[in-house]
């Protein structure tokens, strides 16, 4: 029962992306095509090793034009540097069993630095990488290391890095722009929620506490992965960086500013929770007013922003009720302020816009 | 020796936060030997794919989440072994391999969708059809090249079994205990260098996606451990608001005396988190006792109390969202206590 549940999940989840609007799609797409020429083209030269060609074609092809050329030129480097030192060392170890041990202790490093992740630097994972492959090319293979192999090696990889940036921008090109502009739209629906998660706790609904808490963390990690948009735009951008690094810092600043204004509120309404007086909840309503009236213009979606509406009407209501009950004047509200939620909102516009315009060559 | 502090510190914050990758490594390592060891006693000339497979398939075991490792390498050595077998077949018709490893390379990349860890064992399988289809040969070759592929898969399945087979209640009581260290570290690094922003922010980022991590691996059923995951995201609330706190005191210049009892404050705090870190960690470490924590506390509300008065409305408005959340410090910090006692039904 569970297994055919997540089995659904699984499928719901391929059948929602296979459309030529998901990147998800266009990236597997583009790489089977790279794929699929890479090999009748090394078959055709006869290239020596060419199989390198078409992994490092598959591997160096990521998602935006940006990431693919930062993980090429990573993976170049470090495919040079790697062979180079295993070429060096082949040149003065001829034991097979000293080879092994070599082997062995390339392994180790190449597992020590995790290669999953993207903390580092790809290049410093391909490095031992490369050497294992070389030494294990010398002990397995019939083809013994040779300085033609060395050489063969550094091309395949060399043609196969082109390759896959050859494809980033022909074959359904995305730029960094607009998986940035994909992962803004996800973010804002992602501050909604928990904004909506807080509002809960307000009305008290069970768990909205520990719903809030989850969103926040998200919401958090999910600013913390975009980071990587800033790097990979300086390689499609080149020169003109300076405009979009001065709105990185803005950017990080605001979105610090969102969080501690969303935090601010989180911590009020778990006060709301534990009861609290009359007196405290005049700034409280007040400050839920002004965020939410702020964070309700820019929403773009019309179904978000009348959802959104409905909640404050019904928690407006809420809170007007228990300050009349305690005979309580009604507080009057400000609507106006500039709250970080539009103001973050329309930074992320201008930036979008500005990196439209940098990478058009307006 | 400050010099080795300082490599260990960047090895921690830029490759191996979790603390996992050397024995990884050295799993690896030995599971290379054993398929050495093997393809020297086969004298096959395909042999060498013995040690390509361990190596290749182990990796889908590294890299899984700690509910799927037996499930992503049992499906990704079965995989292996029928894929490498079609490959090599056809790896003679050059269109029919393109093909092929366009439809296997596809899947492997569009399974992001479900995961990186799936795209990523995926790979692995793509790599096996990518060498195996790359140059035509025998059929006797083809035969030796899969028995190879299923002898690298059980030595991979024999290692991962007996070296350090990660259990899931030790996983979680791994990850607990790194959430507790890390929060206490980053409540270290904002008292300590609080002008260093970069510092604070790799601390943040680290224990946030700790954070992340404890929210994909704990299953719902461990209610206990969830628990003490809901405790451990009040308490960094509350330790922002204390330096929150703290930072008021020092621009107003005011209360010096409410400031030095928060620093001490939080220095038990940070401790008392290690503490518990290890005690969830190592079950032989005794747990700290929290009852001076909780003296320091009730001293420290006291003469936030006694100054109270002195405050002005401004003053009033900025203290009042964030002393609230200290007065409910000691109901968690009495949770985190209770929790810790029970964490023992891990073991």
New interface residues.
């Given amino acids: 029962m569970k297994l055919t549940l997540t089995l659904n999940t699984f499928l719901e989840k391929l059948r929602s992306h296979a459309n030529l609007k998901s990147l998800f799609f266009r990236r597997a797409l583009r790489s089977a095509i790279v794929a699929f020429l890479s090999i009748p083209l090394y078959h055709f030269f006869a290239l020596t090793q060419g199989y390198w060609v078409t992994m490092t074609a598959v591997i160096v092809g990521q998602s935006t034009i940006g990431a693919t050329l930062r993980k090429s030129f990573q993976r170049f480097w470090g495919t040079l540097l790697g062979i180079l030192i295993a070429a060096f060392l082949l040149l003065f170890i001829h034991s097979y069993l000293y080879l092994e041990i070599l082997v062995l202790v390339f392994l180790f490093l190449t597992y020590f630095f995790n290669p999953y992740s993207n903390l580092i630097n790809y290049g410093f994972v391909v490095i031992p990488a490369s050497i294992v492959v070389v030494l294990l090319i010398s002990l397995m293979s019939s083809e013994k290391i040779n300085p033609a192999i060395v050489y063969a090696r550094f091309y395949d990889t060399a043609i196969g890095a082109g390759l896959g940036i050859l494809g980033t921008f022909l074959i359904f090109p995305n730029k960094v722009k607009h998986e940035f502009a994909h992962t803004q739209r996800y973010l804002e629906k992602q501050l909604a929620d928990y904004f909506f998660a807080i509002m809960d706790m307000f009305l008290n609904t069970p768990h909205a506490d520990r719903q809030a808490m989850a969103k926040k963390i998200h919401i958090e990690a999910t600013l913390l992965s975009e980071y990587q948009f800033y790097v990979e735009s300086k390689y499609e951008l080149h020169f003109k960086t300076s405009l979009f690094q001065q709105e990185e810092k803005r950017f990080i600043e605001l979105s610090e500013r969102t969080a501690q204004r969303l935090f601010s509120l989180h911590q009020q309404a778990r006060n709301h929770m534990m009861g609290e007086s009359v007196e405290k909840l005049k700034p409280l309503l007040l400050n839920i007013q002004k965020t939410g009236f702020l964070y309700l213009q820019s929403f773009k979606e019309k179904d978000l922003r009348e959802s959104f509406t409905g909640l404050l009407e019904e928690l407006q209501r809420y809170l007007a009720n228990i300050l009349q009950q305690q005979d309580k004047a009604l507080l009057q509200l400000h609507w106006h302020d500039i709250a970080p939620f539009a103001e973050l909102h329309f930074i992320l516009i201008r930036l979008i816009d500005d990196i439209t315009q940098a990478t058009d060559g307006k | 020796m400050p010099w080795l502090k300082t490599l260990q510190q960047f090895y921690v914050d830029?490759?191996?936060?979790d603390g996992i990758?050397?024995f990884?490594?050295?799993r690896?390592?030995v599971a290379?030997?054993l398929a050495?060891l093997f393809y020297h006693s086969l004298s096959w000339?395909q042999?060498?794919w013995v040690?390509?497979s361990t190596?290749l398939i182990l990796?889908t075991y590294?890299?899984a989440a700690p509910k799927q490792k037996w499930f992503s390498l049992l499906m990704t050595g079965a995989s292996a072994v029928i894929l490498t077998f079609i490959a090599s077949i056809i790896g003679k018709y050059?269109?029919i391999?393109?093909?092929f490893?366009?439809?296997t390379?596809?899947?492997s990349?569009?399974l992001?969708?479900?995961s990186?860890?799936t795209a990523?064992a995926a790979f692995f399988v793509?790599?096996f059809c990518?060498?195996a289809?790359?140059v035509s040969v025998s059929w006797n070759d083809t035969v030796e090249r899969t028995i190879c592929v299923l002898a690298g898969f059980l030595i991979s399945v024999m290692v991962c079994a007996c070296l350090w087979p990660e259990r899931l209640p030790d996983t979680i009581r791994l990850i607990i205990a790194q959430n507790l260290s890390r929060l206490s570290e980053l409540s270290r690094t904002l008292s300590e260098r609080y002008h260093d922003t970069k510092a604070i922010a790799v601390r943040r980022?680290r224990f946030?996606?700790g954070?992340?991590r404890a929210?994909q691996t704990i299953p719902s059923e461990e209610i206990q451990s969830w628990q003490m995951i809901?405790q451990i995201?009040?308490l960094y609330?509350i330790i922002?608001?204390l330096h929150e706190i703290k930072k008021l005191l020092e621009a107003h210049h005011i209360l010096i005396l409410i400031h030095k009892e928060l620093s001490i404050l939080l220095r038990r705090l940070n401790w008392l988190l290690r503490q518990f870190s290890l005690h969830i960690q190592h079950t032989n470490t005794p747990a700290p006792r929290i009852s001076k924590f909780i003296y320091l506390l009730r001293t420290f509300e006291k003469h936030y109390n006694n100054h109270f008065k002195s405050f002005n409305n401004d003053q009033i408005?900025k203290f009042?969202?964030?002393m609230?959340?200290i007065q409910k410090l000691e109901r968690y910090v009495n949770n985190l206590a209770e929790l810790s006692k029970r964490m023992e039904y891990l073991s």
């Avoid at chain 2, 830029?14 to 936060?17: L, M, T």
């Fill in positions: 830029h490759i191996d936060p990758q050397p990884q490594a050295v690896t390592v290379a030997v050495i000339p042999a060498y040690l390509f190596v990796q590294n890299a050059i269109l391999i393109g093909v490893f366009a439809i390379t596809f899947i990349v569009y992001n969708v479900i990186s860890n990523n793509n790599l990518l060498y289809g790359s980022n946030i996606r954070l992340q929210r809901h995201e009040y609330e922002l608001s408005l009042i969202i964030y609230d959340n």
